[in-house]
């Protein structure tokens, strides 16, 4: 950075209940960015999200007592002029089209537990976002060609391999699914995170711990995370860690972020969800979400279900926007790497920890070099370095790399606009049921998404 210039941080889907609050307060609780004098500018489609997301953003500066620059845009190329560092995390209609890339696949008979990253869901949700993303990316070419692209958007592995493949954009994912597989891991060992060394690489949302460390003894932490796990009663935590401890005794190693995530990519995993049946439930006989509405209610997992009332009150109005709400109890930084990445590179200040997903580039071995993977890196003034990973089992590797060739595949569909290529795609996927009903699927997932799709001739 030269001191003459303001650090310019763009945030694309500001307007995002999930993403933008938390975003916001970790720019502006970083002390050197603040040191910057930073220009923050929140972008969205959604001018009325926007307005509550700057009205939010300066709020925040103000109980902290700086003074960015905040400005707020519809317009894209106004809001990546000048830009440093953008941050994405993008969705339209969310839960509209989830709800079918969970439901179709599975009417088809495809085994598919979760319908966001892995699977012909995750095939679909790419394909939407495919568009806006490299709308970006494209943009960034021409506008700010030396900025840093840092991407939440899903499904994560495919969207990074398809700017990395497509564009010059610098671009790294980011996921906290690591934090997931950490807590997860202090659970059964009985220590806390902090006192935990680790080592993990593999697929966004598919990831192993090839090493479990205790801090300053570097004692192996694996015999006993084993043991405990034996003594675990199967029903504890169900819907999160049964499919993990299998895929440890299976395999040796322990996968996070949890079962509904992990089983997007094997067959086998629907017996270890008993949330799948809540997820969207709607009864077909007398309701039709997607042409009547309402949407049916998202379910995460049984675990972060709470019992619901029989009968609820209309929602208060303005009650969508209750995250842009203040408490000083929120001022204070998350577990997000997006604003340790842009001190490190912005200013020269190493930071290790970092889990990231880029190109692989050798960094685990056995994979191809240009599929996206995650892996651990640490960040300074000259970029993102990831580090070279120990080869994994050879059934692990096996796995990611049919999901390498799938990417390849469904980034190929979207540039040569080929529904054939997509079903050949789907028929490689580990969830697939019949030619028959693959073309059927795709048919109807084209068909119910055509305002969105890309075309695919």
């Known amino acids: 950075m030269t001191s003459s210039k303001r650090l310019k941080i763009t945030l694309i889907g500001a307007g995002s209940l999930s993403f933008a609050p938390l ?25 009325g999200a926007l307005a509550h997301s700057e009205a939010y953003a300066r709020e925040v500066a103000q109980k902290l007592g700086c003074s960015p620059a905040i400005t707020s845009t519809t317009e894209l190329e106004t809001s990546l002029a000048g830009a440093d560092f953008v941050i994405t995390a993008i969705e339209k209609n969310r839960y509209f089209y989830w709800s079918q890339d969970f439901h179709v696949p599975r009417k ?10 892995g699977g012909p869901g995750g095939m679909f ?45 610098k671009c790294v994912g980011l996921c906290h699914g ?27 949302h598919f990831a192993w711990f090839q090493s479990i460390r205790r801090k300053g003894t570097g004692e192996d932490l694996y015999p006993l995370l084993k043991a405990n796990e034996r003594n675990i009663p199967w029903l504890a935590h169900w819907d999160e860690i049964a ?66 009332p029989m009968f609820v009150e209309p929602e208060a109005q303005g009650e969508v926007h209750k995250p842009f709400s203040l408490d000083e109890a929120d001022l204070k930084p998350s577990h997000e790497q997006a604003v340790p ?20 580039r050798g960094s685990i071995p056995g994979l191809p070099e240009d599929m996206v993977v995650e892996v651990p890196a640490y960040a300074d003034g000259g970029g993102i370095h990831a580090k070279t990973m120990e ?17 390849k595949l469904v980034i190929e569909a979207y540039t040569e606009q080929s529904r054939n290529k997509l079903l050949q795609a789907v028929l490689l996927d580990p969830t697939v049921s019949t030619y028959n009903n693959a073309i059927a699927m795709i048919n109807e997932m084209c068909e119910l998404q055509k305002d969105i799709l890309p075309p695919l001739q």
């Open 23 to 47: 975003t916001i307060r970790d720019i502006l609780l970083s002390g050197p960015i603040a040191e910057a004098g930073p220009e923050l500018c929140l972008m969205d489609i959604s001018a």
């Open 178 to 204: 690591i934090g997931m597989g950490m807590e997860q891991i202090s659970r059964i060992l009985r220590i806390p995170e902090e006192e935990l060394e680790t080592a993990a690489c593999g697929l966004n």
């Open 391 to 407: 080869p994994l089992p050879e059934a692990i590797t096996e796995m990611i790399r049919v999901q390498g060739a799938i990417h």
């Open 108 to 117: 088809y008979g495809f085994k598919q537990i979760f319908g966001e990253n």
């Open 243 to 308: 499919l993990s401890r299998v895929m440890l005794r299976t395999y040796g190693l322990y996968p996070y972020p949890g079962t509904n995530h992990i089983g997007e990519y094997i067959r086998w995993s629907e017996e270890f969800l008993a949330g799948t049946r809540l997820q969207y439930f709607y009864d077909p006989q007398t309701e039709n979400p997607w042409k009547e509405g309402p949407v049916p209610e998202f379910v995460y997992s049984i675990a972060r279900l709470e019992e619901k």
């Open 125 to 169: 949700h790419t394909l939407r976002n495919l568009p806006p993303m490299l709308e970006i990316a494209r943009a960034m070419e021409r506008i700010c060609p030396d900025a840093w692209l840092i991407n939440f958007t899903n499904p994560e592995a495919k969207i990074v391999e398809a700017i990395a493949r497509l564009t010059s954009v």
């Open 341 to 360: 990445i842009v001190e490190a590179i912005a200013f020269g200040q190493r930071r290790d920890g970092l889990t990231v997903n880029v190109p692989n």
